[in-house]
């Protein structure tokens, strides 16, 4: 029996899933700490401290401390990952946990590096990463080990990681910092524009989630949107229709087909026609934005297909990978500092 606590952590910006080897996902919560400013404790974590974006007190502050995927803010990083280990580990504990980290394919090692010593700082006995579409295509099930290629495109908070893998590697992969935060800028944007009415971002996620598509839809939406009114300064209340929405976020769900596109054209021919034949899978929240699959199919002509579980399909991949662990190390999908 391995007394070894094994933890993977899905280190999103938007969201932060913890996977525990023998119990699986125990935590799914926001990307968000909120901390007492005069002593630097952590007051809440998650959807808590969500509730406390803008609404906080002066000596309370709620901060997202990652941006594109990456730390943006190392010491609340760092008191998050203490948090997490203490809430599962307890304050006494015998063995330190071996922690496998998510982060993009477009990381840079400076990042890694930071990502790794946060979670050694915090109270990790090893620290790893793997790169987040190697995470996702293992947590969608794919066939990544035979001699075939699969494409996946994790589409998270901060960034779209595209990625080719065959025979347990990845064959090439982009990052692009166009994914679920710019859909909620873009939307933020065009009320702004259209409107005059001010919006915070639980309200563009909220028309995001209900209205909001990447392709146009058999039946047209309309919804309810509060907000202040940039001229009155008074708080005012407008119907949005669907297609606005799908307007503003062309640009975004535009760049993610550039760059799929971009992969395909560099991918080897044999690998090509593996993906002709078994299509793209998309996994990430943003991939449940309606009709995007519909989009990247049309404009690729690949059939392209949204995971099962699609939004924990990176903390379950870290979580099977931890049970591979030689074998995944041996490919080079895993990185120890």
Avoid: H, W
Avoid at 95 to 124: D, H
Avoid at 309 to 326: F, M, R, W
């Amino acid at each position: 029996m391995n007394l070894v606590p094994e933890i993977g952590i899905d280190l999103g910006t938007a969201n932060i899933l913890v996977f525990q080897r023998g119990k699986g996902i125990i935590l799914a919560e926001p990307t968000v700490v909120a901390v007492n400013t005069r002593n630097g404790q952590v007051l809440a974590l998650g959807q808590e401290a969500r509730d406390m974006l803008g609404r906080t007190p002066g000596n309370i502050s709620a901060i997202r401390p990652l941006k594109d995927g990456v730390i943006a803010d190392y010491t609340t990083t760092l008191k998050m990952l203490e948090y997490i280990i203490r809430k599962i580990c307890g304050k006494r504990r015998f063995f330190k946990p071996r922690i496998l980290l998510c982060v993009p394919s477009g990381v840079t090692n400076v990042e890694r590096r930071a990502v790794i010593q946060a979670a050694k700082e915090a109270g990790a006995g090893e620290a790893m990463t793997i790169e987040e579409p190697m995470a996702a295509a293992i947590g969608s099930g794919l066939p990544i080990s035979s001699a075939g290629g699969n494409m996946v495109v994790d589409i998270g908070g901060g960034t779209t990681d595209i990625a080719v893998i065959s025979l347990g590697g990845i064959v090439l992969s982009q990052s692009i910092r166009s994914a679920g935060n710019k859909f909620d800028e873009s939307i933020i944007k065009m009320v702004r524009n259209n409107y005059n009415l001010l919006i915070g971002d639980p309200t563009a996620e909220e028309i995001k989630l209900k209205i909001g598509s990447a392709y146009p839809l058999e039946q047209e939406m309309i919804m309810e949107v509060k907000g202040r009114d940039l001229l009155a300064g008074l708080p005012k209340t407008v119907e949005i229709s669907s297609k606005e929405v799908r307007d503003a976020l062309a640009e975004p769900v535009r760049a993610i087909c550039e760059k799929v596109c971009f992969v395909l054209e560099q991918t080897p021919p044999e690998l090509s026609s593996d993906i002709i034949e078994r299509g793209i899978t998309l996994t990430g929240g943003g991939a449940m934005l309606k009709g995007l699959d519909q989009m990247i199919s049309s404009v690729t002509n690949i059939p392209v297909f949204v995971a099962e579980n699609a939004l924990n399909c990176v903390a379950i991949g870290t979580g099977l990978a931890l049970e591979e662990l030689d074998a995944i190390k041996a490919s080079g999908a895993v990185t120890v500092a």
